[in-house]
């Protein structure tokens, strides 16, 4: 029986054909990759660039409002809707002073573009307050006197009155924490504190929870 021929692979050889079989299926799932992307594009609903009709679930009400797709909630907010109590400082989302909620959770208006907030709830510094009476929050920074230049003030009350909804009896670290996203140049830190803190007391012995001082049941 003749000898069945040896077949001799060189360490470059095999290199080279593991190469190229791995850039094989590279190349393959590529293409793949673009397949599906190009099929989610063809079906995907393009809008803009002019302005288009939406409606905005904003403070219990649902306003109307024609804006273009680039448009943020802030810029919606503040030039469409007249609600100015929302504030645009460094509009990069580093500051928290344009927090508004949506659905229930504190979020970055600038950072949000408006069509992205159509069929949410929004609840922004003016929704806060019933009529003339002032929610806890506002009141207590009014009191402690927890705003100086008043920018960053909006913001940090909705992260504030967040906070308490949250978590009605907090600790000052927790209010530390929930600010901790909110610049204030003017350093009214602790009195922001020290408001928020009377805020959740006063709310605590008004519903029979908890005295914060003592711990004990009111």
Known sequence: MADTPKIEI????FLKGAGITAATGVIESANAF?????????????I????????????????????????????????????????????????????????????LACMTLAVDAVGREITTIEGLSHGDTMHS????????????????TPGMVMSCAALLE??????????????????CRCGTYPKVFAATLDAAQQRAQASGLVNLDTGREA
């Open 10 to 13: 060189s360490r470059r050889g």
């Open 34 to 46: 673009a397949r599906d992307a190009k099929g989610a594009l063809h079906g995907a609903q393009t």
């Open 48 to 107: 803009g660039p002019d302005a288009l009709p939406i409606k905005l679930h904003i403070n219990g009400r649902e306003l109307a409002v024609s804006v273009e797709p680039r448009y943020t909630l802030a810029e919606t907010l503040r030039d469409n809707l007249g609600l100015t109590g929302t504030k645009v400082v460094c509009d990069r989302g580093s500051c928290s002073a344009c927090t508004v909620w949506i659905d229930n959770v504190p979020a």
């Open 137 to 152: 929050v506002q009141a207590a920074f009014v009191k402690h006197d927890a705003m100086q230049c008043g920018f960053c």
């Open 166 to 183: 949250r978590n009605p009896t907090p600790k000052l670290d927790d209010v530390k924490h929930a600010v901790s996203g909110n610049l």
